[in-house]
């Protein structure tokens, strides 16, 4: 009997597949298919799941999508991603990234275009078991536009009240998926439980099963 796939994409969240979305696949009994790129917007998950053959697709069962923040240059080039965007650029990159934000990104377009992205998901998608994960705050004001299961709250307030930061600052984080083994783990419990009773709409993860020093990132917008 063929296994069914689990595909999970995303950025960093999900980069690392042998952490949370492995144990997922595990909790689930479905084979792992997918691809996180840290620093990456939502257009290399687009252009990884039209790449994949028919077959995958159509044996797949559950998808999982961690959404990034609409701002992220919708590119292929993972060059224009692996570097620290708050320091004075240096390389021709660099300058180049800097002066698009400056000069060329329409912040009320890159918010259109992830919104057309929610709809195409819903459309291509929709008969598939979906998950949705905020990576960050911003994408929860278009939620109402994700079909099936939306998970809350972001994972960079789980990842923040973990280390109990005092300020947002991910960039040279090295936890793999910005968690903790534990917290990698209980992600994976928690959306298996939720994935297995075919919950749909907004849902909260346990965060008693989470390691949450913290409790001060809850409320960041």
């Known amino acids: 009997m063929l296994v069914k796939n689990i595909i999970v994409v995303g950025d960093s969240f999900c980069a690392n597949q042998h952490m949370w979305p492995a144990e997922l696949a595990k ?3 479905l084979n792992l298919v997918g691809q996180g790129i840290g620093g990456a917007s939502w257009w290399p998950s687009r252009q990884f799941l039209i790449s994949l053959p028919q077959t995958t697709i159509d044996n797949t069962e559950v998808m999982v999508f961690a959404h990034t923040n609409s701002g992220r240059i919708p590119t292929l080039n993972n060059n224009l991603v692996c ?30 275009a992830q919104q057309q992205w929610l709809l195409e998901i819903a459309q291509r998608w929709g008969h598939k078991k979906l998950c949705h994960l905020h990576c960050f705050p911003w994408t ?12 809350q709250p972001n994972l960079s ?9 005092k300020k947002f600052d991910l960039f040279d984080d090295c936890r793999p998926n910005h968690l903790n083994q ?6 994976a419990q928690e959306l298996a439980r939720m994935i297995r009773s075919d919950s749909i709409g907004i849902h909260n993860l346990n965060l008693e099963l989470f390691d ?4 001060r990132w809850l409320d960041w917008r």
Do not use: C
Not at 83 to 112: C, G
Not at 140 to 151: E, P, R
């Open 27 to 29: 909790y689930l009994g």
């Open 83 to 112: 570097f620290d965007h708050n320091v004075e650029p240096r390389t021709e990159i660099e300058k180049a990234v800097n002066l698009y934000y400056k000069y060329i990104s329409d912040q009320q377009f890159m918010d259109w």
């Open 140 to 151: 929860t004001d278009y939620q109402n536009s994700m079909a099936g299961l939306v998970v």
């Open 157 to 165: 307030a789980v990842s923040l009240n973990e280390i109990s930061a």
């Open 182 to 187: 534990h917290n990698n783990k209980a992600l």
């Open 212 to 215: 949450q020093p913290t409790q």
